[in-house]
């Protein structure tokens, strides 16, 4: 431990404790810089010493937004004579999953191998070269509701390492095993078919809750992937999607799931009906969300979609951007020390803030004296909307947001990270082309060339995060996969070629480092460290697996270049899940999207316009964007200059003229809007 220079506390002077946090640019682990616990970050330092003091590493990943995460810290991490135990007997680690998901995917695996469920924290001891032995959650301070305290854990493993340590290797070499085994699935023969996507349909049908949404009972998780796959189900005729669809996404913007008040979604909630959530708000389930909101209401023209697509949108836009482009991480769920206190209501406070209209505001929030949650009220909108009470409800909530805005704030972990500002801006992208709303497209361009500029190294290898100028580290596959497939809808919202150049110049990257000869990609690049396995996640959770997003991203570039090598390396990602792809629809969300864009040859629409440009290719572009054609790419601009293979070569009769190609064989030339959208319908 070293003493800092000091720091003012109240009116007086107080020396402050720090560890070798101090330095990072995690948030995360910024947070945890004056413990008395003798963190060390992920790396050569910690390792050598484990090593040379023959202890095994306490590893704790969690991330900045996390609840459990702080009150294990605040219970266990601040406690002196727990950090006496931590720092005697092991070499503390803490690491900020969002910035190191390699370590997280690891370490996960294994804890979900020993105990059956995973979490954050993440709580795990490994020997000195890295190989886990025991591990768990959240540990309270002392035993509590069946689970052991965390001081009589730092024992037990210490007791065990001192006089078991054999058996401990024996089982560290066996989890490992596992984990690598689990991370590699052998090529089947056969590929995906329509079938394929007929019974992953029936599976998640036969698990939505059909009056409340979602899928399955509390806690539910939002699942935008899979929402999308029924929107593109319903677009192939099969019965049943839509209605699954609907009643989710329903439910969901008229839940307290969504902030009423501020637009945008927590993580989860807690109960059956979208009520309760977990509070705190992540960029990665707003870009996602966004964009399907934005495509729901291309398929269905709900009027509650396109406002809650652009409350989403406002939210970003307004609270989670930095001045120079970016995208930030999340949102605490604590304020005050007190999980959702910035967003819930006492009746009383909020009468008397809604003014005149709190009878009617009260009414549609469903707020009440008792409240609806701990004696307070989450806002939510169960009943059917009343257009006829917007003027209402809207004075109302612009009072209830600008009091809410003087309230003291969640904390917001700053660190922009590469993978999720490609889901953001792309939801940007969409939002604005679809709703005419050029300053979302800024805003998603502006996030763009703040990741292809800030977060490169000098030798040009993408980062994955950065904050206050600094990078903490190399991207991974998810960032390079999902970061292309922004550039490309840059490309088909802008024509700006250059966002066309960079999703080739990320892929290319991205097989460079990543690719398994044995198909598909792994998750950590060809010139990062040599962890215990080399992780290869295959499962859409909370974000795209790398490989699904890698998938689509391929499948697309394959459709506006001709070059068959693309198709061949997604299908290589998509194939050897084939048996499991119906099985488990909830864990490929995605990826059974990237397997019906293979499976429908996307329409290849392209727009040839006049070196004059002029008004005409946007009006058709508008076309396109005002259907939902989820097997589409698209290209405009000039053959004679253009770099984008689908455009070469296509005449331009006059004006703007549009050709609707399935691998490169195309319907015959219009040259109007309306002649384009009967093409397409």
């Known amino acids: 431990m070293t003493v800092t220079a000091q720091t003012q506390a109240g009116a007086g002077i107080l020396p402050a404790m720090t560890n070798r946090l101090a330095g990072e640019t995690s948030p995360y682990l910024l947070q945890h810089a004056h413990n008395p616990v003798d963190w060390y970050p992920w790396g050569d330092e910690a390792i050598a010493e484990a090593r040379r003091r023959d202890v095994p590493i306490l590893l704790s990943i969690g991330y900045a937004a996390c609840h459990w995460c702080h009150v294990m810290e605040r219970e266990s991490f601040e406690d002196p004579a727990t950090a006496k135990l931590m720092n005697e007997w092991f070499v503390p680690v803490k690491v900020d999953r969002e910035e190191r998901p390699d370590l997280d995917s690891i370490y996960m695996d294994a804890v979900q191998a020993m105990t059956g469920h995973g979490g954050w924290p993440m709580t795990m001891f490994v020997t000195p070269d890295g190989k886990p032995f025991y591990g768990g959650t959240y540990f309270p301070p002392d035993d509590r509701h069946g689970m052991p305290g965390f001081g009589r854990v730092l024992t037990a493993v210490h007791d065990a390492w001192t006089n078991r340590r054999a058996e401990l290797e024996q089982q560290s070499e066996a989890i490992v095993t596992h984990i690598a085994q689990a991370t590699t699935i052998a090529a089947q023969p056969g590929d995906p078919t329509e079938q394929t996507l007929r019974v992953a349909l029936e599976t998640l049908l036969g698990n939505v809750d059909a009056e409340w949404g979602g899928f399955g009972g509390a806690p539910k998780f939002p699942q935008p992937m899979t929402i999308e796959f029924l929107l593109r189900m319903h677009a192939r005729g099969l019965p049943g999607a839509l209605d699954a669809a609907r009643v989710t996404l329903d439910k969901m913007a008229r839940g307290g799931i969504f902030d009423q008040i501020g637009g945008g979604f927590h993580r989860y909630s807690v109960d059956r009906l979208w009520l309760v959530p977990h509070f705190e708000k992540m960029l990665y389930d707003n870009g996602q969300l966004l964009r399907l909101y934005t495509r729901a209401w291309l398929v269905t023209r709900d009027e509650l979609y396109r406002r809650t697509a652009l409350a989403t949108a406002g939210y970003l836009v307004r609270e989670m951007r930095h001045p120079d482009g970016g995208f930030y991480s999340s949102q605490d769920a604590d304020s005050e020390g007190v999980e959702g206190k910035f967003y819930v209501w006492d009746h009383d406070e909020f009468m008397r803030v809604a003014g005149d209209d709190a009878a009617t505001a009260a009414a549609t929030f469903e707020v009440t004296p008792e409240g609806n949650w701990e004696g307070n009220n989450i806002l939510w909108r169960p009943g059917a909307l009343d257009a006829g009470l917007d003027t209402e409800i809207g004075r109302a909530s612009e009072r209830l947001f600008a009091a809410r805005e003087q309230r003291m704030r969640p904390g917001t972990d700053d660190k922009i990270l590469a993978s999720w500002n490609g889901l953001a801006l792309a939801g940007l992208a969409e939002a604005g082309r679809v709703f005419a709303r050029p300053d979302l497209v800024d805003a998603a361009v502006a996030a763009a060339r703040f990741v292809t500029t800030e977060l490169r190294s000098p030798d040009g290898r993408l980062q994955r995060s950065w904050r206050d100028g600094r990078t903490s580290g190399a991207a991974f596959l998810d960032d390079h996969a999902l970061m292309a497939g922004a550039a490309l809808d840059l490309y088909e919202t802008t024509f700006d070629e250059t966002w066309f150049d960079e999703a080739v110049r990320l892929t290319a990257d991205a097989i460079r480092l990543f690719a398994d000869p044995a198909g598909g990609?792994?998750?950590?690049?060809?010139?990062?460290?040599?962890?215990?396995?080399?992780?290869?996640?295959?499962?859409?959770?909370?974000?795209?697996?790398?490989?699904?997003?890698?998938?689509?991203?391929?499948?697309?570039?394959?459709?506006?270049?001709?070059?068959?090598?693309?198709?061949?390396?997604?299908?290589?990602?998509?194939?050897?899940?084939?048996?499991?792809?119906?099985?488990?629809?909830?864990?490929?969300?995605?990826?059974?999207?990237?397997?019906?864009?293979?499976?429908?040859?996307?329409?290849?629409?392209?727009?040839?316009?006049?070196?004059?440009?002029?008004?005409?290719?946007?009006?058709?572009?508008?076309?396109?964007?005002?259907?939902?054609?989820?097997?589409?790419?698209?290209?405009?601009?000039?053959?004679?200059?253009?770099?984008?293979?689908?455009?070469?070569?296509?005449?331009?009769?006059?004006?703007?003229?549009?050709?609707?190609?399935?691998?490169?064989?195309?319907?015959?030339?219009?040259?109007?809007?309306?002649?384009?959208?009967?093409?397409?319908?």
């Open 521 to 681: 990609f792994f998750d950590t690049g060809a010139d990062s460290e040599t962890l215990v396995v080399r992780p290869k996640d295959l499962f859409d959770n909370a974000v795209p697996a790398g490989n699904s997003a890698m998938a689509e991203v391929l499948l697309r570039l394959a459709a506006l270049t001709g070059d068959d090598a693309y198709e061949q390396r997604a299908w290589a990602c998509i194939r050897p899940l084939t048996p499991v792809l119906s099985r488990a629809p909830s864990g490929f969300g995605h990826l059974l999207g990237a397997v019906d864009l293979a499976l429908a040859r996307a329409k290849e629409i392209a727009i040839s316009t006049p070196a004059s440009g002029g008004a005409a290719p946007r009006a058709m572009a508008q076309v396109v964007w005002g259907s939902y054609l989820p097997n589409h790419v698209l290209a405009v601009g000039d053959p004679a200059s253009s770099r984008v293979p689908l455009l070469a070569g296509r005449p331009v009769d006059g004006g703007a003229t549009a050709f609707v190609c399935e691998r490169f064989v195309c319907a015959a030339p219009v040259s109007t809007p309306e002649a384009l959208a009967a093409q397409l319908a």
